[in-house]
């Protein structure tokens, strides 16, 4: 009788940390996929920058994933946020310099794009003129790339689908 007793776990505030008690009751832990989809970096880049693919990538940003240390700093260093700004407390949204320096960097996609794809002079003197601002308002959007066109070209070393899951020989020729 006595380890049927041992077995029930109380949540109490004042004994298990917030962040615990957040994982225990299935709340969230962080905001990786927010911070991600607010700056505009796809699954592919995450997965290129984070050097996994994008299967892992889409299980660490679930927000009930209890990551490692080591996972949460790379996610850092990818998003190019504070670690706080990834971790969830009390449910406060992201810090107002975080989400304005999300829209920068959206917008900065956008000029550098502009000033890729522009036939006038003027259109282009404009969109160099707008990236120049950008830049000085924030040094660090000098390294923004622009918006993928089409999307991003895979390397040799990459497979599609196809090859994780190829298709039966009888499927394709009737047997």
Same mark, same amino acid.
């Given at each position: 009788?006595?380890?049927?007793?041992?077995?029930?776990?109380?949540?109490?505030?004042? !004994?298990?940390?917030?962040?615990?008690?957040?994982?225990?009751?299935?709340?969230?832990?962080?905001?990786?996929?927010? &911070?991600?989809?607010?700056?505009?970096?796809?699954?592919? !880049?995450?997965?290129?920058? *984070? %050097?996994?693919? &994008?299967? =892992?990538?889409? =299980?660490?940003?679930?927000?009930?994933?209890?990551?490692?240390?080591?996972?949460?700093?790379?996610?850092?260093?990818?998003?190019? &946020?504070?670690?706080?700004? *990834?971790? &969830?407390?009390?449910?406060?949204?992201?810090? #107002?310099?975080?989400?304005?320096?999300?829209?920068?960097?959206?917008?900065?996609?956008?000029?550098?794009?502009? =000033?890729? !794809?522009?036939?006038?002079?003027?259109?282009?003197?404009?969109?160099?003129?707008?990236?120049?601002? *950008?830049?000085?308002?924030?040094?660090?959007?000098?390294?923004?790339?622009?918006?993928?066109?089409? %999307?991003? #070209?895979? %390397?040799?070393?990459?497979?599609?689908?196809?090859?994780?899951?190829?298709? =039966?020989?009888?499927?394709?020729?009737?047997?």
């Amino acid at each position: 009788m006595a380890t049927a007793e041992l077995s029930v776990v109380h949540l109490d505030a004042a !004994t298990v940390p917030a962040r615990e008690r957040n994982h225990e009751l299935g709340r969230p832990l962080h905001r990786i996929q927010d &911070v991600r989809r607010l700056q505009g970096m796809s699954l592919r !880049t995450a997965a290129r920058q *984070l %050097g996994t693919d &994008v299967r =892992a990538i889409r =299980a660490q940003e679930q927000a009930s994933t209890d990551l490692r240390l080591s996972d949460l700093y790379k996610w850092q260093r990818a998003l190019d &946020v504070p670690v706080g700004e *990834l971790l &969830v407390e009390d449910d406060e949204p992201l810090s #107002r310099p975080i989400r304005e320096r999300a829209q920068l960097v959206k917008i900065m996609k956008t000029a550098r794009s502009l =000033a890729e !794809t522009v036939n006038s002079s003027s259109a282009q003197r404009m969109a160099e003129n707008l990236i120049e601002q *950008l830049q000085d308002l924030m040094p660090e959007l000098a390294e923004v790339s622009p918006w993928h066109s089409v %999307g991003q #070209r895979r %390397g040799l070393d990459e497979m599609g689908r196809i090859a994780e899951q190829p298709i =039966a020989d009888d499927l394709i020729y009737g047997e």
